[in-house]
């Protein structure tokens, strides 16, 4: 069975404020994808990262994904109110003709102002 | 584009009961997944559906089925609810779900609980 662990569980962090959140396995994955969900709302994709020790950035986020494709991290520079949510992340292998996704528990981020 | 649709949103039921909820796709898309997302679970794939055909399952019991017609709408069947059935099923659709170039949209979820 593959797992995918999420670490910190929970965040509660002040405006301005650097974080990282880390998503470990023991499992390879062809690709990890990194989604944000808000209340109420569905996981929404963020980034797919595919190649070990790629890096992705989108404007104050980083995404890393570990050179054995096992790992991957998510680093927020300077975080903002509209950063909180839940964060995922899932790792993707092909199943049956498809690609089957398993997610982590999700890391619930609250920034404060 | 519009997005992916669930309905309903909210529902309440007791325990015995049988429940169906519905997901229509984005247009043009031929995946469709389910997943049940409790706080202790997290988000646990239920099964996915491409061309009116199962094209893999999760490990949930029986009690759990799912259809998809020809449409590509989709509707997820849980029979003889238990209280630990209580969770947002989320339903997510792609184009055909064959790499990560695909992307899956999810919709807002139904919100399922079983008294």
């Known amino acids: 069975t593959q797992l995918l662990e999420q670490s910190p569980q929970f965040l509660s962090i002040q405006e301005g404020e650097n974080l990282t959140v880390y998503c470990n396995s023991s499992s390879v994955f062809s690709s990890l994808q990194w989604y944000r969900q808000e209340p109420g709302e569905g996981p929404v994709l963020l980034v797919t990262v595919v190649t070990g020790g790629e890096v992705k950035k989108l404007k104050r986020l980083t995404f890393q994904f570990g050179d054995a494709r096992k790992d991957s991290s998510l680093h927020i520079t300077a975080a903002q109110p509209g950063d909180t949510g839940l964060y995922l992340c899932?790792?993707?292998?092909?199943?049956?003709?498809?690609?089957?996704?398993?997610f982590g528990k999700g890391t619930k981020l609250t920034v404060n102002p | 584009k519009a997005g992916v649709t669930q309905t309903p949103r909210y529902l309440i039921k007791t325990r015995g009961q049988q429940v169906t909820l519905s997901c229509s796709p984005i247009s043009g898309h031929r995946s469709v997944s389910w997943y049940q997302q409790t706080p202790g679970q997290g988000l646990q794939f239920l099964f996915e559906?491409?061309?009116?055909?199962?094209?893999n399952k999760g490990n949930f019991p029986g009690r759990f089925s799912g259809r998809q017609f020809s449409n590509s709408r989709s509707e997820m069947n849980v029979s003889t609810l238990e209280l630990g059935d209580s969770a947002l099923y989320l339903c997510a659709s792609s184009l055909e779900r064959t790499g990560y170039t695909d992307t899956q949209y999810f919709g807002p979820g139904t919100r399922l609980t079983v008294l």
């Open positions: 899932a790792g993707e292998t092909p199943q049956g003709g498809s690609e089957k996704l398993v």
């Open positions: 559906y491409f061309s009116e055909t199962q094209r």
